[in-house]
């Protein structure tokens, strides 16, 4: 760690010119989904800022001679605050730097891309977005579930499950149209309060659920249940993060994909 630090101090006070930050998706762990132009950049990075949800194999696309910075949040170890990551993107684009801003899924669907930008253009930072395959787009894909279809699901809707301070509240808006699909995005610790809140919205109990556990990885989970048997699964399943739900009829198309993937029926 120490060695760490004294790189990124060198780093920053050693650094000339204007440099440029690049806000860029990673996907949802497959290294074979980054966009050609992800791993281009990849390839040529000289500092790499990174969140958890990066996998190990997108990660060991950077060059040896990068520096890696883990700027990501998990449990007991919360890592920067964002105001700190924005401002240390800022100081390495100021010193000189080409910096891969490397973020899980799409930096702009619940990536925190778009205040990271905002910060970067009030401080007159030259960035770029590059976009990634998001979590709902990379899980369902890679679980044989169609997020849409012609028979029952003509709506889609991404939402967190995780609300500013805590748990998501669900009441202001109306989720009780069984024609359309949610996905929760870090719904995992609140999924028997998002099951509850959606069937008092009207979703009905046997409504299919999946948890997707580590998508698109080689390790991937697909569990699947009910709203009304969610609460149970993830308390005798136990699955970990990164996890998505998805909920809807089109769950009911994941049964083809255990050739693919371990598919168990809760």
């Not at 500092?47 to 040896?64: G, I, T």
């Not at 998990?74 to 910096?99: F, S, T, W, Y």
């Not at 960035?127 to 997020?147: D, F, K, M, Q, R």
Request: with cysteine.
């Amino acid at each position: 760690m120490t060695n760490a630090i004294d790189s990124l101090n060198k780093l920053l006070s050693s650094g000339e010119g204007e440099g440029r930050v690049w806000l860029v998706g990673a996907g949802p762990g497959d290294v074979e989904l980054l966009t050609v132009k992800a791993l281009r950049l990849l390839h040529q990075a000289e500092v790499v800022v990174y969140d958890r949800l990066v996998s190990e194999a997108v990660m060991a696309e950077v060059p040896a001679s990068a520096l890696c910075i883990d700027v990501g949040k998990q449990p007991g170890r919360h890592g920067l605050k964002q105001g700190e990551i924005n401002q240390l993107l800022v100081d390495l684009a100021r010193g000189g730097r080409e910096v891969v801003r490397l973020k899980g899924g799409d930096p702009f669907i619940f990536g925190r891309g778009g205040e990271e930008l905002a910060f970067l253009q009030q401080a007159q930072v030259r960035c770029e977005v590059v976009p990634g395959i998001t979590a709902a787009v990379g899980c369902a894909a890679a679980s044989n579930i169609p997020l849409t279809h012609r028979d029952c699901a003509q709506s889609l809707r991404l939402i967190t499950g995780h609300g500013k301070l805590g748990e998501p509240q669900l009441a202001d808006r109306v989720f009780s149209d069984a024609r359309e699909t949610l996905v929760f995005y870090m719904g995992l610790r609140w999924s028997a309060s998002i099951a509850a809140q959606l069937q008092r919205q009207g979703r009905a109990g046997d409504t299919p659920v999946a948890i997707i556990e580590n998508g698109t990885r080689a390790d991937q989970r697909v569990l699947i249940t009910s709203l009304a048997g969610l609460a149970q699964t993830v308390e005798e399943q136990r699955p970990v993060s990164p996890s998505l739900l998805i909920v809807g009829e089109v769950v009911r198309y994941a049964s083809a994909a255990q050739q693919s993937a371990a598919v168990v029926q809760a």
